[in-house]
């Protein structure tokens, strides 16, 4: 960490506090951090902030803080936090009970332990190019019970809830209208003092009956089990919140710590975490277009045999919604067009792209159902716009599956979901092995950032870790039958001996 730098201007008056206009000329202090965010700090930078707050706070000419850095309020993702809770919330505590206003300036994104640190501030000054999120979520742990309750004393509860339950990230401008800071691009920061001195009164005097904090909770559990069924992770997030809600302060930090360690050990948090790491890893480098694309082909491959044995686009697409993608295949290559979608390194597949050959790309597209703007794809699209069954895709995929002797019968949604994934899992673990210069974290971000893998699952690599060894058993029955996803990767075999001797 730097040397603090402080510097004196002039502020009307303190903040929540009544202040004779004689007041008017006392100085404010500009503290300027280049360093990161708290939870990188050590003891040694904690001790030498927390002195610095508390040296200027004690000094009767000084009646505000205004606090700066370019890093300062930006959490490095996907970083186990160096300091412990109890040592980052000494931290926020000096800012929160300095004695004098502290004022955040933030230019860039506030995440994490920088969001921590702006809550604890008694106002917040933002640049429009500053964004707001992933409150504690990208390093593996649960927003503290104060940070829960500073949140909350700023914004409602259904918005707080979408920073640290729905994974909400927001623009100056939005949290500017939620209430999260009080000002866009102050040019005169003194001035502005006063002006959110009022804000700040009011907020602390605005309470809300236990009966409507306790019916927005429940509307919000009954979103999650609506929006994310499948997912742990947001339900105890929302936990939190509504333990620090509704439990008297001992008890719900009580309660917090218990919800941390089971937090802490689930596989959902642990795949953020993964995802953050490696979107810090994929900004650093650009693997080039054809490496998503090559992730990509063995998923869409996979997809189309499923087709040519009985499923059909729309069972595909609502698996494919269902598992955390943000749009199915089918949907995507009506709207985008068939050769962007169903496409190895920019070109649609040919015969020698194949493990079995499956002809169902060719009859499409020399029916002339090759999607995109006003061409027709795979679903009928009705007057009211809702997508509907094609009697002429159905033939379609009836003559592929004749062409290679396949029997059409109808088949589960678990089986389509687990023969998709595996086929991912080992394309990308093929991939790896051919290109030693990238790693399972930037594959997976890749998948993550490019792909619309659910951020939530970390990727199909991060997903072979715990479920290589049935993967490959399930890779090696399929093959038996018929060669469609192809050999299981010598990666995913490592993986699953790995598994079975800690097992």
Aim: aromatic share 6%; net charge neutral; with cysteine.
């Amino acid at each position: 960490m730097s040397e603090f730098s402080a510097r004196a201007d002039t502020v009307p008056s303190v903040i929540g506090r009544l202040r004779p206009r004689a007041s008017l000329n006392a100085p404010v202090v500009d503290l300027r951090l280049d360093c990161p965010a708290p939870s990188r700090w050590d003891a040694e930078h904690r001790d030498a902030f927390i002195n610095a707050i508390q040296e200027r706070a004690a000094d009767p000419t000084v009646r505000a803080i205004v606090l700066k850095g370019r890093r300062l309020f930006s959490d490095p993702a996907g970083v186990p936090p160096l300091l412990s809770p109890k040592d980052l919330a000494e931290v926020y505590a000096a800012v929160a009970e300095a004695g004098v206003p502290v004022i955040a300036v933030i230019s860039g994104p506030c995440t994490g332990s920088g969001l921590d640190l702006a809550l604890a501030c008694a106002a917040r000054f933002a640049a429009p190019a500053a964004t707001f999120g992933d409150l504690a979520a990208g390093c593996g742990r649960l927003p503290s019970y104060h940070s829960l309750m500073r949140l909350t004393a700023l914004v409602d509860l259904e918005q707080a809830a979408e920073l640290c339950v729905f994974d909400a990230t927001w623009d100056a401008e939005q949290a500017k209208a939620f209430g999260l800071i009080d000002a866009l691009s102050p040019r005169n920061i003194p001035a502005m003092i006063d002006k959110v001195g009022e804000a700040a009164r009011l907020r602390r005097a605005r309470s809300v009956e236990p009966e409507v904090i306790a019916a927005q909770l429940y509307g919000l559990r009954v979103r999650l089990r609506r929006e994310a069924p499948q997912r742990d992770a947001p339900l105890i997030r929302l936990r939190a919140l509504e333990c620090a809600m509704q439990m008297p302060p001992r008890r719900a930090v009580v309660e917090l710590e218990q919800l941390q360690a089971t937090y802490g050990q689930s596989l959902e948090a642990k795949a953020l975490v993964y995802a953050a790491r490696g979107e810090v890893l994929l900004r650093r480098r650009s693997p080039g277009l054809e490496v998503a694309s090559e992730l990509l082909w063995p998923l869409m491959r996979e997809a189309i045999h499923l087709l040519d044995e009985g499923a059909t686009p729309a069972q595909l697409d609502r698996v494919f919604l269902r598992f955390g993608f943000r749009e199915g295949p089918f949907t995507a290559s009506d709207r985008r067009g068939l050769g962007v979608v169903f496409s190895r390194h920019g070109a649609l597949a040919t015969s020698e792209d194949w493990c079995s050959y499956s002809p169902t790309l060719d009859l499409l597209a020399d029916a002339g159902r090759t999607g995109g703007v006003g061409t027709p794809g795979w679903f009928r699209c009705g007057p009211d716009g809702r997508k509907g069954f094609e009697p002429e895709v159905e033939d379609l995929l009836q003559a592929s599956a004749t062409f290679q002797r396949l029997q059409r019968r109808q088949l589960s949604d678990d089986l389509v979901t687990e023969r998709c994934l595996y086929a991912a899992m080992n394309g990308a673990a093929h991939l790896l092995e051919a290109r030693p210069d990238l790693s399972p974290e930037v594959l997976d971000a890749i998948w993550l950032r490019d792909l619309g893998f659910p951020r939530w699952r970390g990727g199909p690599l991060f997903m072979a870790r715990t479920d290589g060894g049935h993967a490959v058993a399930t890779l090696n029955a399929w093959a038996r039958q018929r060669i469609t996803a192809g050999a299981p990767s010598d990666l995913l075999r490592r993986l699953a001996v790995q598994q079975t001797q800690s097992g």
